[in-house]
């Protein structure tokens, strides 16, 4: 499976997206998951802070954030069935995790709502 899109208009996509993650068995992350990110979430977050975490797919991160004490962590992405798996995924176990269906563009939350997204 080719990991990025072939064209710019693919990474705007919907479509693209929902096509990558019903493909994408494992977990994918952009930047790298917790253990490659810990040095500057640790030196720029604190546990208590309210992180947003935009576009989602299935990626761990917001449990490694959790598991490692950060507890206020909200996930959102387009694909509603990614959502459903990271909510039955993390539900039981991380139950302060918030994963929603929502666009970035129309996420509506107020200014300053959040510390890092």
């Known amino acids: 499976m080719v990991l990025l899109p072939k ?3 693919e990474f705007a996509d919907p479509k693209y ?3 990558f993650f ?3 068995e494992t977990p994918f992350e952009w ?3 917790y253990v490659q990110l810990a040095g500057v979430f640790d030196k720029y ?3 208590a802070d309210s992180i947003l975490q935009i576009g989602c797919g299935n ?3 917001a449990e490694q954030l959790y598991d490692n004490g950060y507890r206020n962590v909200r996930s959102i992405d387009i694909d509603s069935k990614v959502i459903v798996k990271q909510q039955q995924r993390n539900g039981q176990k991380r139950p302060e995790l918030v994963f929603e ?3 970035a563009t129309e996420v509506g ?4 709502f959040f510390n890092a997204e």
């Not at 939350?109 to 300053?112: G, H, P, R, S, T």
């Open 17 to 19: 997206w929902k096509q």
């Open 22 to 24: 019903e493909k994408c």
């Open 59 to 61: 990626s761990i991160l």
């Open 101 to 103: 269906c929502r666009s």
């Open 31 to 33: 930047y790298g998951d």
């Open 7 to 9: 064209t710019q208009q």
């Open 109 to 112: 939350f107020l200014y300053n």
């Open 45 to 47: 977050l604190k546990p």
